[in-house]
């Protein structure tokens, strides 16, 4: 079986959302950790794919039409997650994705 690795692009790297994905096992890197801030979004996926690891950001039109060019053009990366961005702030309900 093979173990959840995870990308997240700078506009999703909430503090409290990776430390979460941390604490339940997940290995998340960071646009920040990986010198990736203020890239183009193709280089974050590009960069998630050369490691193994599966995009998540909050970019879902974005990252829909670069997914849509990449596989006509016959290239592969190991996914995207994408989730529209919600108030993480304590009382609120953080979305509607599950990861």
Not at 21 to 29: H, P, Q, T, Y
Request: net charge negative; with cysteine; glycine share 10%.
């Amino acid at each position: 079986m093979s173990r959840l690795r995870l990308y997240v692009d700078e506009d999703a790297m909430d503090g409290d959302v990776v430390r979460g994905l941390r604490s339940r096992g997940i290995d998340v890197a960071t646009a920040a950790e990986a010198g990736m801030i203020r890239r183009r979004d193709e280089d974050h996926l590009s960069f998630a794919t050369v490691q193994g690891r599966v995009l998540y950001s909050f970019k879902v039109g974005d990252f829909h039409e670069i997914h849509t060019a990449w596989t006509a053009s016959g290239r592969d990366h190991c996914g995207i997650v994408l989730t529209r961005q919600h108030d993480t702030r304590p009382g609120n309900r953080f979305g509607d994705c599950c990861v």
